[in-house]
Structures are given as C-alpha cells and as structure tokens.
T-cell receptor
Framework: GAGVSQSPSNKVTEKGKDVELRCDPI?????LYWYRQSLGQGLEFLIY????????KSGLPSDRFSAERTGGSVSTLTIQRTQQEDSAVYLC???????????????FGPGTRLTVL | DQQVKQNSPSLSVQEGRISILNCDYT??????FLWYKKYPAEGPTFLIS?????DKNEDGRFTVFLNKSAKHLSLHIVPSQPGDSAVYFC???????????FGTGTSLTVIP
C-alpha cells in the first residue's frame, strides 16, 4: 500500500505567518510521530500520537506549535507566528503499534521543507 | 543535550570494502536501537534494529553491533556498494517511553 505522505513538500512563508503541515500515515498505523530536522542537526522529536490522543507533547519547542490528529488518521502540525528559527524539514512517521514497553519500526514520510523568510 | 551522537559527519569508502558507521549514546535506559538510511529529498527508511538483549544483528550485507558497557553501536556494511551512498542515522529508545532519540547522521559515500 501507499507509504506515509506529507504535504506540502515545500513551504516558503514570511515571518509572523501561520503554517499548517499535513501528514497522511500508513492506513491502520496507530502511532504517529512528528519530527523536525534543522540544518546540521539530528532529528528532533516534536510530538507523538496514539490514535487521536497525544500522550507525549514534550518535544514541542514552544506554545506556537500545536498538532492534532483526527479519525486516527490524518495529522496536522500548526506553527503560529512563524520565526526564522522554525525553518527546517518537518518529518512525519507512523508505526503499527506503540505503547509502554513496546517499540515498533517507524515509516517516514518525505518531509515538508519549511523556509521562513 | 544530545543523547545519541554520531561523531563522524562523513565517511568515504571504496566499493567492495567495509563501511563502519559508529554511534554512541549516554542514556543507560536505552534498550532498542535502530539505523535509518536517508537519501536526499526523501524521508529516512528503516534499515536494521537491535534490542539490548543481543549484541549483534545481521541482515544481508548489514550488521549492527551493540556494546552496552561502552554505550556504543556500529553498523557494518559489507561489501559496500555505490547505492549505499546516503546519510545514516542511528536512533535509540527506552522501552518505558515512545520517544526516539536520533543522532545527527553520517554521510556515507561509496566510491566506485
């Protein structure tokens, strides 16, 4: 079946504007993760969804960042009042199962490259 | 605070030789480790994993070694092929949580 898809692939925005990034996980995958990769940095965990709930929001860098997931499927990451330091590639990943004591292989989407001017 | 470190940002090897990519971690609670491969403009793809109950896992040309006492893991690719040229990330997780910690990646170039 289809893999994880993300849209848009590229987004250029002006400082102060809001942006929405979308992730479509693999059908049936319970867990969904958002990461970002800034230039020269490793992947940085942002948030994790189990179904529609987000038990772990610890990675969100500020209150300008929020995410939701509806129907246990599509997820949207919203960044309000974007800043230049938000420029990065935002990656989404999904996995079949997740939970305490269990880890499962994550399948990544191609990412959204966000540039804040 | 980087809990997973890949200290070599780049590596070049000749085709047919062995590629060894290294990864160090600081958190002794980590017990599940993965390697991902990433081509430009694509998301990372899973390569191989190992849990802390093992010290070696092999899949074709790829072998991951885990040294828990040294908090070190390595990925061996034998023989290396030009198609292996990519950025390789290692990642770690503790079974008590769902967060994965990634290294900064090592860019491997296999020279034909």
């Amino acid at each position: 079946g289809a893999g994880v898809s993300q849209s848009p692939s590229n987004k250029v925005t002006e400082k102060g504007k809001d942006v929405e990034l979308r992730c479509d996980p693999i059908s049936g995958h319970t867990a969904l993760y958002w990461y970002r990769q800034s230039l020269g940095q490793g992947l940085e965990f942002l948030i994790y969804f189990q179904g529609n709930s987000a038990p772990d929001k610890s990675g969100l860098p500020s209150d300008r960042f929020s995410a939701e997931r509806t129907g246990g499927s599509v997820s949207t990451l919203t960044i309000q009042r974007t800043q230049q330091e938000d420029s990065a590639v935002y990656l989404c990943a999904s996995s079949r199962l997740a939970g305490r004591g269990y880890t499962d292989t994550q399948y990544f989407g191609p990412g959204t490259r966000l540039t804040v001017l | 605070d980087q809990q997973v470190k890949q200290n070599s940002p780049s590596l070049s090897v000749q085709e047919g030789r062995i590629s060894i990519l290294n990864c160090d971690y600081t958190n002794s609670m980590f017990d599940y480790f993965l390697w991902y491969k990433k081509y430009p403009a694509e998301g990372p793809t899973f390569l191989i994993s190992i849990s802390s109950i093992k010290d070696k896992n092999e899949d074709g040309r790829f072998t991951v070694f885990l040294n828990k006492s040294a908090k070190h893991l390595s990925l061996h690719i034998v023989p290396s092929q030009p198609g292996d040229s990519a950025v390789y990330f290692c990642a770690a997780s503790a079974s008590y949580g769902n967060q994965f910690y990634f290294g900064t990646g090592t860019s491997l170039t296999v020279i034909p």
